[in-house]
């Protein structure tokens, strides 16, 4: 069993499109992450989030939205998608709390914007 | 400059070798996490450490609060071994930091 899904795993699609990544754990984790890892294999987190609340927003273009519909999925809708916005995208969980945090990994998406 | 800094970028050796990686870091944390990404993409958590030391097989990972600085050790590397190795930093919540990470070969 996967604990932690995304779909698709590969995405082409034209500038000026909108476009949704999918994720889902089933971990019973209660929180999850939204990364991007660009051409040079930088990661960043873009979003986080608890119980189906957003814990962490980092600056990224509003055009990204997380949506959480419940614990165990977070969705990432890009709209108006730009050239800059192709790379891989990573979904994780985790289970928060001050001890253990171990993160488990999606598989990743690959982005590519023509 | 990066919150998280990582050294060597780039690393080779044989097969057999002991390998360490290092990372730094200029913030307050609450834990450090060291990460595997293999050729094909996908992302392995290997340890989390807020203090002290933690072993899992051939991996070691070692934190020094005061220092600021992790290592993460590899004994008697094999050619499985040859990924990206990412430091993380947690800061308050949920905020992380990422190190560039190190690419790691290792020739048999």
């Known amino acids: 069993d996967t604990a932690v899904s995304q779909t698709p795993k590969y995405l082409v699609t034209q500038m000026g499109n909108d476009k949704s990544i999918k994720c889902e754990q089933n971990?019973?984790?209660?929180?999850m992450y939204w990364y991007k890892q660009d051409s040079k294999k930088f990661l960043k987190i873009m979003f986080s989030?608890?119980?189906?609340?957003?814990?962490i927003n980092e600056t990224v273009p509003n055009r990204f939205s997380p949506k959480s519909p419940d614990k165990a999925h977070l969705n990432l809708h890009i709209n108006s998608l730009e050239l800059g916005d192709s790379a891989v995208y990573f979904c994780a969980s985790s289970h928060y709390f001050s001890g253990e945090n171990i993160q488990y990994f999606g598989a990743g998406t690959r982005l590519s914007v023509l | 400059k990066n919150e998280v800094e990582q050294s060597p970028q780039n690393l080779t050796a044989q097969e057999g070798e002991f390998i360490t990686i290092n990372c730094s870091y200029s913030?307050?944390?609450?834990?450090l996490h060291w990460l595997q990404q293999h050729p094909g993409g996908g992302i392995v958590s290997l340890f989390m450490l807020s203090s002290g030391k933690k072993k899992h097989g051939r991996l070691i990972a070692t934190i020094n609060i005061q220092e600021k600085h992790s290592s993460l050790h590899i004994t008697a590397s094999h050619p499985r071994d040859s990924a990206v190795y990412i430091c993380a930093v947690r800061k308050d919540g949920n905020q992380f930091y990422f190190g560039t990470g190190t690419s790691l070969t290792v020739i048999p």
């Open positions: 913030v307050g944390i609450s834990a």
């Open positions: 971990l019973g984790h209660d929180t």
């Open positions: 989030y608890n119980n189906k609340e957003l814990i």
